[in-house]
């Protein structure tokens, strides 16, 4: 690729971008950029505007271009923190299951805490050419779970994992420390048969109890996953309200899940 980028390209590139999720820790160092760059530029303006430009004041150095280009780049690792998440819910489906899902082009090495734990869960997870295999084991076992920043698990699979926390064999404990009230999903899922409390920032999960379908509500974008993940293993049929939630981080997940040999389709509210 060749050729001269403006200033007003890398705007309209920015805008393009902003819609996408970024994860958590990266909204505040997006913060932390923009917020430092404007008080530098306030102080550069009160002392001539001179200060902070190199003597040729090229293009490059202005504020707003700086500012934009930090706010493509965090866009940029948002995206793939969302495509992360997209790929470790899948490899939690494979194992709630019993199933065996390659997860084509999925980098290990960004997924290390949480292939941890899927193997801590009895799943074989196999690092493959063309991505990671993901096998479930037939058994899944309990597990306890603390979110915390990159490289540590992450808050955006908690909510999948306390699904099949639901069938694990034993008790498991999941303590939220990233955000707050990030357990809207524990009413939903109780009301498919789960055994979860929760206190502070945890949440006991007693494992083993057979999900049966219902119609639940999405709150959010992860608790809408754990859902649909939930109404996969549940007895009967389960309805997922308030889908619209799913797309802001899953590209028709309907029909990769059928693809995969679930029974799921979409329907119009």
Same mark, same amino acid.
């Given at each position: 690729?060749?050729?001269?980028?403006?200033?007003? /390209?890398?705007?309209?590139?920015?805008?393009?971008?902003?819609?996408?999720?970024?994860?958590?820790?990266?909204?505040?160092?997006g913060?932390?950029?923009?917020?430092?760059?404007?008080?530098?530029?306030?102080?550069?303006?009160?002392?001539?505007?001179?200060?902070?430009?190199?003597?040729?004041?090229?293009?490059?150095?202005?504020?707003? *271009?700086?500012?934009?280009?930090?706010?493509?780049? @965090?866009?940029a690792?948002?995206?793939?923190?969302?495509?992360?998440?997209?790929?470790?819910?899948?490899?939690?489906?494979?194992?709630?299951t019993?199933?065996?899902?390659?997860?084509e082009?999925?980098?290990?090495?960004?997924?290390?805490?949480?292939?941890?734990? @899927?193997?801590?869960?009895?799943a074989?997870?196999?690092?493959?050419?063309?991505?990671?295999?993901?096998?479930?084991?037939?058994?899944?076992?309990?597990?306890?779970?603390?979110? !915390?920043?990159?490289?540590?698990?992450?808050?955006?699979?908690?909510?999948?994992?306390?699904?099949?926390?639901?069938?694990?064999?034993? !008790?498991?404990?999941?303590?939220?420390?990233?955000?707050?009230?990030?357990?809207?999903?524990?009413?939903?899922?109780?009301?498919?048969?789960?055994?979860? !409390?929760?206190?502070?920032r945890?949440?006991?999960?007693?494992?083993?109890?057979?999900?049966?379908?219902?119609?639940?509500?999405?709150?959010?974008? /992860?608790?809408?996953?754990?859902?649909?993940?939930?109404?996969?293993?549940?007895?009967?049929?389960?309805?997922?309200?308030r889908? *619209?939630?799913?797309?802001?981080?899953?590209?028709?997940?309907?029909?990769?899940? /059928?693809?995969?040999?679930?029974?799921?389709?979409?329907?119009?509210?």
């Amino acid at each position: 690729m060749s050729g001269r980028v403006t200033e007003d /390209r890398i705007r309209e590139l920015a805008r393009d971008l902003a819609p996408v999720k970024p994860i958590p820790r990266l909204r505040v160092v997006g913060a932390v950029v923009l917020a430092t760059w404007a008080l530098a530029f306030v102080a550069d303006e009160l002392l001539g505007g001179r200060a902070l430009r190199p003597a040729a004041d090229p293009a490059w150095a202005s504020p707003s *271009y700086l500012a934009a280009l930090a706010g493509i780049a @965090l866009a940029a690792l948002g995206a793939t923190g969302a495509a992360l998440a997209s790929a470790a819910t899948f490899a939690v489906g494979a194992a709630m299951t019993g199933g065996d899902v390659l997860l084509e082009g999925a980098r290990a090495e960004h997924m290390d805490a949480i292939i941890a734990k @899927l193997r801590a869960t009895g799943a074989h997870v196999a690092v493959e050419a063309g991505g990671v295999r993901v096998k479930g084991s037939g058994e899944i076992k309990a597990v306890d779970i603390v979110t !915390q920043p990159h490289p540590g698990f992450p808050t955006d699979m908690q909510a999948q994992f306390m699904t099949m926390a639901c069938l694990a064999k034993g !008790q498991s404990v999941i303590k939220e420390m990233i955000f707050e009230n990030r357990f809207q999903h524990v009413p939903e899922l109780n009301r498919m048969g789960a055994e979860i !409390q929760t206190t502070g920032r945890a949440a006991i999960v007693r494992g083993g109890m057979q999900l049966t379908g219902a119609s639940v509500m999405a709150t959010d974008l /992860r608790a809408s996953a754990s859902l649909v993940l939930a109404g996969l293993v549940a007895k009967g049929t389960t309805d997922v309200l308030r889908v *619209y939630h799913l797309d802001r981080g899953y590209e028709a997940i309907e029909e990769k899940l /059928r693809a995969v040999g679930a029974k799921v389709r979409r329907e119009q509210q």
